[in-house]
């Protein structure tokens, strides 16, 4: 599930370098035979009072039946299931955000909705409940949450998990969609 966010008051400076993997061909290799292989790196330098998506909101695999369920994956990665639905395998993993603020300032924090719909070959599907993993745990909606920033450099990091509705006899395939988190440093 792709995510989007807002920046409060500045852009952040993003830097990437790609590079493509060569891989040697299959010949028959000599005795003393050299492989050479590149990879991608990615750097993010933060303006103060910025903050980025680190990952996406992923549910993981899972199987619908003939009857509807939910999927719940908790700030903490875990997943649970409801009704007809199976959960596949072990992934699935929560929304990461991350920023820079300074030590103890407040900070409210609002969804651009409460819920959204992803879309993918068959019926859309809901997904609600955005849960962020602060301490406690707390539901987000669009009124905005205050917290704290209590890291003494000011840096932070946070998960965002949701529940997802799968219908009866849900289409197999990809569904994706997006949803807003919005910081306002106080």
């Known amino acids: 599930m792709r995510t989007s966010h807002a920046l ?3 852009p952040l400076l993003r830097g ?8 040697a061909p299959a010949a028959a290799a000599p005795a003393f035979a050299q492989d050479a292989a590149q990879a991608e790196t990615e750097a993010i330098v933060l303006r103060p009072l910025s903050f980025f998506k680190v990952n996406d909101l992923d549910f993981g695999a899972i199987i619908a039946s003939g009857s509807a369920g939910t999927v719940t994956l908790a700030p903490d990665g875990s997943r649970s299931r409801t009704g007809g639905v199976t959960l596949a395998g072990s992934g699935g993993e929560p929304a990461r955000f991350a920023g820079l603020g300074s030590y103890n300032r407040q900070v409210n924090i609002s969804l651009g909705a409460n819920r959204i719909w992803i ?3 068959g019926q859309r ?5 955005f ?3 602060s301490t406690p ?3 987000l909606s669009t009124s905005p949450t205050r917290f704290r920033i209590s890291s003494p450099l000011g840096n932070y990091n946070f998960p965002v998990g949701a529940t997802l509705e799968v219908n009866a006899n849900q289409a197999p395939g990809d569904y994706s969609g997006s949803f807003t988190i919005t910081l306002n440093y106080l």
């Open 119 to 121: 879309t993918g070959p």
């Open 137 to 139: 745990t707390a539901i």
């Open 125 to 129: 599907m809901r997904v609600r409940d």
């Open 8 to 10: 409060f008051p500045q």
């Open 131 to 133: 849960e962020i993993g």
């Open 16 to 23: 990437i370098a790609a590079c493509t993997l060569i891989a």
